[in-house]
């Protein structure tokens, strides 16, 4: 098993452009979640997915989209990009049952620059 | 105040010391604690997960949860250089999202 993969591993872009970040997994997870994290911080949650087709906003949403049309990806779209989006963005996916808990396994991680 | 309190450090101790590493936090339905290791510039990995109070021993990490204070804690035996990274602690209400702490980084002195 891969795990979760994302792509693309650095990215820069210039203010104003747009570009979308992949993430798949290849664990049958249902739970699928995108967070970013900043210099000396934890990770924020942008948004998540508890299944194909279900998607809902986290902590920090705005400027970003993402969509789910199968169990596998879970993308996350920039529309405009912003200085403040620079961050290191993680993808996670978890196998979860509702009122348990999760064990979320991580990607990689995109490193994006927004000059 | 965060849900989730972490000193963020650095933490520097000698090879072979035990590492303890703590976190706070404030919501009383949190029942799920969990602690990942974090290498510098890689993903965030599990390596520890613990439901309600008490202790869980893997090899040499000991997580120990403390409901009644809400406090959690990590303890390393026998530190290595290879421990070096930042740990990051995050907690769940059942069926919620996780919330995470800031991290703490540990450096292990040969």
């Known amino acids: 098993n891969a795990g979760v993969t994302q792509t693309p591993k650095f990215r820069i872009l210039k203010i104003g452009q747009s570009m979308t970040l992949q993430c798949a997994q290849d664990m049958n997870h249902n739970y699928m979640y995108w967070y970013r994290q900043d210099p000396g911080m934890g990770l924020k949650l942008i948004y998540y997915?508890?299944?194909?087709?279900?998607?809902d906003k986290g902590e920090v949403p705005n400027g970003y989209n993402v969509s789910r049309s199968t169990t596998e990806d879970f993308p996350l779209r920039l529309e405009l990009a912003a200085p403040s989006q620079t961050s290191v963005y993680f993808c996670?996916?978890?196998?979860?049952?509702?009122?348990?808990?999760?064990?979320?396994?991580f990607g990689p991680g995109t490193r994006l620059t927004v000059l | 105040q965060k849900e989730v309190e972490q000193d963020p450090g650095p933490l520097s101790v000698p090879e072979g010391a035990i590492v303890s590493l703590n976190c706070t936090y404030s919501?009383?339905?949190?029942?799920?604690f969990m602690w990942y290791r974090q290498y510098s510039r890689k993903g965030p990995e599990l390596l520890m997960y613990?439901?309600?109070?008490g202790n869980k021993e893997d090899g040499r990490f000991t997580a120990q949860v403390d409901k009644s204070s809400k406090y959690i804690s990590l303890f390393i035996r026998d530190s290595q250089p290879s421990d070096s990274a930042t740990y990051l602690c995050?907690?769940?209400?059942?069926?919620?999202?996780?919330?995470f702490g800031g991290g703490t980084r540990v450096l292990v002195k040969p």
């Open positions: 996670a996916s978890s196998y979860s049952r509702p009122g348990a808990g999760n064990e979320q396994f």
């Open positions: 613990t439901y309600s109070s």
């Open positions: 995050a907690s769940q209400a059942a069926g919620n999202k996780l919330t």
């Open positions: 919501n009383s339905a949190f029942q799920y």
């Open positions: 997915s508890v299944g194909a087709g279900i998607t």
